[in-house]
Every structure is written in C-alpha cells, then in structure tokens.
C-alpha cells in the first residue's frame, strides 16, 4: 500500500479539525506543526485499519449489489420445460 497522502487543502482541514479536538474537548490548545505531526503519525500507524474498513465495506457493498442482480437476473428467466 502506498502512503496515505493528503493535499494541502485537506492536510489544513485536518489539522483544524485537530487544534478543533484539542480545544474542546481537552481544553488545551496545539499548533499547526504538531497537529501536523499527529496528523500523519495517525496516517502512516493506523491509516491502513481504516483504509482496510473501507474497503471491507466496499466489498460488503459490492457482494450485496451483486447478489440483488443475480436474483433479478434470475427473475427475468422464462418458464421452460428444461430444469437447471
């Protein structure tokens, strides 16, 4: 897996999000360069568990769409003599 890389547009949210956090709900108050820093510490030691459940999830999405299509692409058989 390649590393998680945001831009800099989504690094900025992110970190507000963190110096967010930090305010609220901690009471204490983190600079950009370490919010930073826990940002892509949260990348690089636990990015690939939620990248994985996203794709858990996907593969869930995709199995269960798959089998709907199956079932109406079974409903669209016409009754014959022939059994399967």
Known sequence: MQPIKFSREE???????????????LDQSIGPMPAEMLMLFFAEKM???????????????????????????FGLEQPTKHLR
């Open 47 to 73: 990015g690939a568990y939620f990248y994985n459940r996203g794709v858990y999830d996907a593969q869930a999405l995709v199995r269960e769409r798959m089998d709907s299509l199956a079932d109406d692409m």
């Open 11 to 25: 690094t900025k949210a992110i970190v507000g999000e963190i110096q967010d956090y930090f305010r609220n709900e």
